[in-house]
T-cell receptor
């Protein structure tokens, strides 16, 4: 158990809708990273938040957005859902946003877009 | 750009056999960090080990051991005396400040341990 929690566990949406995924970081961690994992592939980095500011972004379009709250929990928002957005979304927390800390992952949210 | 390659897509062994997972990486960083994660069917990525680029000493932790060779950019991982509970997908990952604080993952190796 890493202490990182995510909600919801599963979600089904239709194309064009919007979705919000939530993540609570491990106690004492101020950095949250989000990853998308398509079936049969390795996770792909979406973005990272460090002390409520975006601290790095992967190759994802602007319709993927996020924020981090003062308690360091985080949300991932995806607008205008597409079929290819169907994936496991993983949240990871780490001690500090310096790129060298071990990232500890939550159980993930499985999103299905129909 | 950073890249991680796990050439083995699936390995099947019988319980108590040793399993070695290969990982080859590419990076321009002079200081970087390598990780192995385990992903059981439940989906959660479980941190196993971490290695810093400036420390090439190989270690053993319980049934896990790793072989880090900077000269060949490889970071191989071995499970000794495999057990059925070791069945999972294993990911090698690369991190470093120059990479923008992200982890770059390989495609994963599925390990199936048969009783």
């Amino acid at each position: 158990e890493t202490g990182v929690t995510q909600s919801p566990t599963h979600l089904i949406k239709t194309r064009g809708q919007q979705v919000t995924l939530r993540c609570s970081s491990q106690s004492g961690h101020n950095t949250v990273s989000w990853y998308q994992q398509a079936l049969g592939q390795g996770p792909q980095f979406i973005f990272q938040y460090y002390r409520e500011e975006e601290n790095g972004r992967g190759n994802f379009p602007p319709r993927f957005s996020g924020l981090q709250f003062p308690n360091y929990s985080s949300e991932l928002n995806v607008n205008a859902l597409e079929l290819d957005d169907s994936a496991l979304y993983l949240c990871a927390s780490s001690l500090d946003g310096v790129g060298t800390d071990t990232q500890y992952f939550g159980p993930g949210t499985r999103l299905t877009v129909l | 750009a950073q890249k991680v390659t796990q050439a083995q897509t699936e390995i099947s062994v019988v319980e108590k056999e040793d399993v070695t997972l290969d990982c080859v990486y590419e990076t321009r960083d002079t200081t970087y960090y390598l990780f192995w994660y385990k992903q059981p069917p439940s989906g959660e990525l479980v941190f196993l080990i971490r290695r810093n680029s400036f420390d090439e000493q190989n270690e053993i932790s319980g049934r896990y051991s790793w072989n880090f060779q900077k000269s060949t950019s490889s970071f191989n991982f071995t499970i000794t005396a495999s057990q059925v509970v070791d069945s999972a997908v294993y990911f090698c990952a690369l991190g470093g400040k120059a990479a923008g604080n992200k982890l770059t993952f390989g495609g994963g190796t599925r390990v199936l341990v048969k009783p």
